[in-house]
């Protein structure tokens, strides 16, 4: 396919990374931002965001000059070929997502997009917003595609360049295959729907993987119950090709910029139409209560009163790899420690500053310092490697909670502490898991 020229509206995570790798595949690609200061440190390759290959990548389309950054949308469409909206659509009031920022780029481009350029929707918005960007544009000439992102912060970059599949939809079906042409680069399938089929596509992914977490969150707490052990469990059931090994592991919750946000507004569309979502409510509701039972646990550990206890945070993003706080779980359960009382001194390796309620520290030994508990709440590798009898020594307590399953129990108890994890019996560090 001969490169085009693209537009990418909007430099967070999934635009950045959507603009740097169409430029990757050969494409010119101008990426737009509204924040002058952002637009300039771009355009000098400093990349904010901590995403594995994604500086090198901006890099690489800058010096090729296929990759360029400006202020304002308005000018810089004028001779695209291809519009992306990649801003924002937080959760609004009462659940549903926010487009204002989409109606507002709409808004502003809408009479001087040229004509056959496609407006893609990669932002994740509900199902009937490519009809509603229709109707607001009032223009036959303009297709609107919706192409939704399946990028996993920490393997954004790989996600893209080689995904599971492609998929885009509109009512312009020459328009839809078009769009899907332009990652012709990648071996991955294309999806070719209709909008609305479209729009679903990226609502239903991700709430099916909120069941699915939601779900082994349930089972550990009856493997708690029963005496079993989550990790053989989660092994067993792997291992059914129906059923896969990701998104078995339990921990303190689900969160992050997707989640929580494409659950909420997938219920209020279904409120929409007169569908009692049931079973994604629960999923919510299961999320909260798996929350409350992390914050139970480590209530236990410090003697059942959390008021004036010194607990040590290891892990404040919402999953290794990113520095994104966004509907973090670690938040969320940290959030409830200092409410009821607790003292917090926690770590991060890639959270610099002060958080509300919480001591941050810059190093990780320094939780441990008269800690009557630590709490590994994100899944960092590093956490592993930590000299757990040092530990110990700084320690006043003897208790690690372990949300994430992810320390070696028998590191931990030959250290002279006491391991409790998730859905595994306090024996674990005697079991050997293959």
Not at 184 to 210: I, Q, R, T
Request: aromatic share 4%; proline share 4%; net charge negative.
């Amino acid at each position: 396919m001969t490169p085009a020229r693209i537009v990418v509206v909007g430099t967070g995570y999934v635009g950045l990374t959507t603009g740097a790798c169409l430029a990757g595949l050969g494409h010119n690609v101008t990426c737009v931002d509204v924040d002058r200061a952002k637009v300039s440190r771009l355009s000098a390759g400093r990349v904010d965001i901590l995403e594995p290959g994604l500086a090198e990548l901006v890099a690489r389309g800058l010096a090729a000059g296929r990759l360029q950054f400006v202020v304002g949308a308005r000018d810089a469409v004028r001779t695209a070929e291809a519009v992306f909206l990649c801003v924002p659509t937080p959760m609004g009031a009462g659940g549903s997502a926010d487009l204002r920022a989409v109606e507002a780029v709409t808004t502003e481009i809408g009479d001087v997009l040229p004509a056959g350029c496609a407006l893609v929707t990669k932002s994740t918005v509900p199902v009937g917003t490519s009809k509603r960007i229709e109707a607001m544009l009032g223009r036959s000439d303009v297709p609107v595609v919706s192409n939704p992102e399946f990028l996993r912060e920490g393997t954004a970059v790989a996600d893209f360049l080689g995904p599971d599949r492609i998929v885009v939809g509109s009512d312009d079906r020459a328009a839809a295959h078009w769009v899907g042409e332009l990652y012709a680069e990648l071996d991955a399938p294309v999806v070719v729907a209709d909008a609305a089929s479209a729009e679903l596509v990226k609502y239903a992914a991700n709430c099916f993987l909120a069941l699915k977490l939601s779900y082994v969150n349930s089972i550990a707490e009856l493997c708690e119950r029963l005496d079993a052990d989550i990790d053989l469990v989660t092994e067993g059931m792997g291992h059914d090709r129906r059923i896969g090994r990701t998104f078995l592991k339990p921990g303190p919750g689900w969160g992050g910029s997707c989640l929580p946000k494409d659950t909420s507004a997938l219920v209020k569309v279904a409120e929409s139409v007169n569908y009692d979502f049931k079973m994604l409510t629960s999923a919510i509701d299961e999320n909260i209560a798996q929350r409350d039972r992390i914050v139970a646990k480590i209530a236990g550990a410090v003697g059942g009163t959390l008021a004036g206890a010194r607990i040590g945070v290891l892990g404040l993003a919402f999953k290794a790899g990113t520095n994104d706080l966004r509907d973090s779980p670690a938040l969320a359960v940290s959030s409830v420690l200092c409410a009821l009382g607790a003292e917090l001194i926690a770590y991060d390796p890639a959270v610099d500053g002060d958080i509300a309620g919480m001591t941050v520290v810059d190093d990780a030994y320094q939780v441990a310092k008269d800690a009557d508990v630590v709490v590994v709440l994100t899944e960092w590798a590093e956490f592993k490697h930590l000299d757990w009898a040092a530990m110990a020594e700084l320690m006043e307590g003897i208790d690690v909670v372990d949300t994430r399953n992810l320390l070696d129990p028998r590191v931990i108890v030959d250290a002279g502490l006491s391991w409790q994890g998730v859905g595994r019996p306090r024996a674990a560090a005697r079991i050997k898991v293959s």
